[in-house]
């Protein structure tokens, strides 16, 4: 049976991986579930699947989970803080890494340097560290498949991926679909009083309240734009943002010779975790099946910058490159959690993270020390810039 990590167990992908696999359970064991402070739904994990390991990232928590499972007689080692991902990471076979945010680039690092199997559903991972990060994927020969819908499509959609970039495989562009979230259509001049539950009120898909709020600025589609130029070694500008409201077509790659694939299926994300796992084969996800004659009609249009310039800022900070994307997405985690506790106007957000890449001196990092230290500064300016746009 195949050892399965899954990091950030709780959050919807988590969730989402352990149906997957108890759909198949002659194949994998659950090795690992972590979290960052849900001390009640990783108990329940616990006590339904019995890994292992379970990992808190928060020590206090993680000292109330090893005595409640203690007194319900569970087996289940308890581990904590950073180091306890990074250990549990690096001994799976097959890591699901999905935890949002920063906090998941060095567990996600260690399941790499372990040369595993890593479904990457942390984008940060990439933005952050990008370089680094495949550096370290190509001399620990680990095998790293993407989990995010958009790049699971673009992956299907292709022969393979190829270092030496998209022309070898004769592809001439990538199209990154996204839904354009709920504010698509509302009225520019009513964007600045969103709440945060509107915010999250995606018409497609169930996600985390900071995803969905990325979803809604489009900030989650600028990151998918950066995490798909390391992913599939090819440059911003071969890349097309299209916003595709349906969620049916997940993304497309067209080739030079005018063909375009289009990978299309349910907006769920046990398809692409499923693929995933079963990689290079196909299993049962539990999705159901995709009645195109019910979906009746497919919408494209070109995203709206004036409406959602996180986007065109993630495009910036691709084409800069350094810590560039590092400093935005720093940024974008203190903005957004601003907003989510109602300290932040919606459309101050991509205020926010324009002063703060604008201040910064952009640098190549040689290091992940380079990474950390501008994610560090970018979160402390953001931090500073808040009481500014603070709501009235």
């Not at 020590?59 to 308890?78: P, Y």
């Not at 950073?82 to 690096?90: D, F, I, K, R, T």
């Not at 699901?96 to 372990?114: D, F, N, R, Y």
Request: charged share 20%.
């Amino acid at each position: 049976m195949e050892k399965v990590a899954i990091l950030g167990s709780t959050g919807s992908i988590g969730v989402s991986t352990l149906d997957v696999l108890a759909r198949h359970p002659s194949q994998y064991e659950i090795f690992a579930l972590t979290a960052n402070r849900s001390i009640d739904v990783l108990f329940d994990q616990v006590m339904a699947h019995a890994p292992r390991y379970a990992v808190l990232r928060d020590e206090s928590s993680a000292s109330q989970l090893r005595q409640r499972l203690k007194e319900a007689g569970s087996d289940t080692e308890v581990l904590e803080g950073e180091q306890g991902l990074c250990e549990v990471a690096s001994q799976a076979e097959t890591v699901m890494a999905a935890i949002v945010g920063a906090a998941g680039l060095m567990p996600t690092l260690a399941a790499v340097k372990a040369g595993g199997k890593v479904l990457l559903a942390n984008k940060e991972s990439l933005v952050m560290a990008g370089r680094l990060f495949m550096q370290a994927v190509e001399e620990h020969g680990a095998t790293l498949l993407p989990i995010d819908s958009e790049h699971n499509a673009i992956f299907q959609c292709m022969p393979g991926i190829d270092r030496r970039g998209l022309g070898a495989q004769g592809v001439r562009r990538i199209l990154l679909t996204g839904s354009g979230g709920p504010f698509r259509q509302r009225p520019l001049d009513s964007l600045a009083a969103v709440t945060p539950d509107e915010a999250c009120a995606h018409p497609n898909w169930s996600m985390g309240r900071k995803i969905s709020v990325d979803s809604a600025t489009m900030m989650n589609k600028g990151l998918e734009l950066i995490e798909a130029c390391w992913l599939f070694h090819c440059p911003p500008q071969k890349i097309e943002v299209v916003v595709h409201p349906q969620s049916v077509i997940h993304s497309m790659v067209e080739y030079v010779d005018g063909s375009v694939l289009a990978q299309m299926g349910q907006p769920d994300m046990r398809t692409p975790i499923a693929h995933a796992l079963a990689w290079p084969g196909r299993m049962e996800s539990g999705v159901a099946t995709l009645d195109l004659i019910m979906q009746a009609r497919l919408d494209f249009e070109a995203p709206d910058e004036q409406r959602f310039p996180c986007l065109r800022l993630a495009r910036e900070a691709a084409e800069a490159g350094g810590v560039a994307s590092a400093v935005l997405n720093a940024a974008n985690e203190v903005a957004v959690e601003a907003f989510l506790a109602e300290s932040l106007p919606f459309t101050a957000i991509p205020r926010v993270l324009e002063s703060v890449m604008e201040c910064f001196e952009n640098v190549e990092p040689t290091s992940l020390d380079d990474v950390k230290a501008a994610d560090r500064l970018a979160r402390e300016r953001a931090a500073a810039l808040i009481p500014e746009y603070k709501r009235d």
